[in-house]
């Protein structure tokens, strides 16, 4: 398999559920990122991790819990969400973000929602 | 705070035409993203722009960016049904430690091309 796979591809679960999602990126990138993407609302960083290390959580509630085990796997562990939370959420890779001309490779997304 | 605007946000064209969609962004960048996204699909990186100037093109697509005005333009030359998708273009915005690239998307521009 090949560039970035997201699991699973939708997924419905109800206000106290737990559930995970799964990125993983065959591209030998360093770096990974979670975006949260709403139908009336621009693409939305939420996390980005930086050779395994958080390096960025932009504001992003506590039900939304980011885990990186390693460079090639990222997770993003769900709780008592809201129905408000309802979207697609897209997980990315890069090389070294600081680098100028580094481009973003994003997998299909998972489509989530929330009753 | 970065603001990143498309306009328009939805346009139709008919095949044989030529169009041009804008982003203005609010305050500086070094690096400035063109992505594509076909519906139910992830996002495809088309063009990075470095530098005051640059153009880039690629088939029927030519990207350009203006720095100091903060604008780039995505211009569609003699367009074709396989063109239609929705085109976002993202800014960098930099961490005030300046190591991190995180990008601001503009809402994107749902394009359709009809024959």
């Known amino acids: 398999e090949t560039g970035v796979t997201q699991t699973p591809r939708h997924l419905v679960m109800g206000m106290t559920n737990k559930k995970s999602l799964k990125c993983e990126q065959h591209?030998?990138?360093?770096?990974m990122y979670w975006y949260k993407q709403s139908a009336k609302k621009p693409l939305e960083l939420m996390f980005v991790y930086s050779l395994e290390e958080r390096v960025e959580n932009n504001s992003v509630p506590s039900r939304f819990s980011p885990e990186c085990p390693n460079s090639s796997h990222l997770f993003l562990h769900l709780h008592t969400l809201q129905p408000e939370d309802s979207a697609l959420y897209l997980c990315?890779?890069?090389?070294?973000?600081?680098?100028?001309?580094?481009?973003?490779?994003f997998g299909p997304g998972t489509r989530l929602t929330v009753l | 705070e970065l603001k990143v605007e498309q306009n328009p946000l939805f346009l139709s064209m008919q095949e044989g035409k030529n169009y041009t969609i804008y982003c203005n962004y609010s305050t500086t960048s070094d690096r400035l993203y063109w992505y594509r996204q076909d519906p139910g699909k992830s996002l495809e990186s088309l063009f990075v722009?470095?530098?005051?100037?640059a153009v880039k093109q690629e088939g029927r697509l030519m990207a350009s960016l203006d720095t100091k005005a903060r604008l780039s333009t995505l211009h569609i030359t003699a367009a074709v049904h396989d063109l239609s998708a929705t085109y976002f273009c993202?800014?960098?915005?930099?961490?005030?430690?300046?190591?991190?690239?995180?990008?601001?998307f503009g809402k994107g521009t749902k394009l359709s091309v009809k024959p």
């Open positions: 993202a800014v960098v915005l930099k961490n005030y430690g300046g190591s991190q690239g995180n990008l601001i």
């Open positions: 591209l030998g990138h360093n770096a």
């Open positions: 990315a890779s890069s090389q070294n973000p600081g680098l100028a001309g580094v481009a973003q490779f």
């Open positions: 722009l470095l530098s005051n100037g």
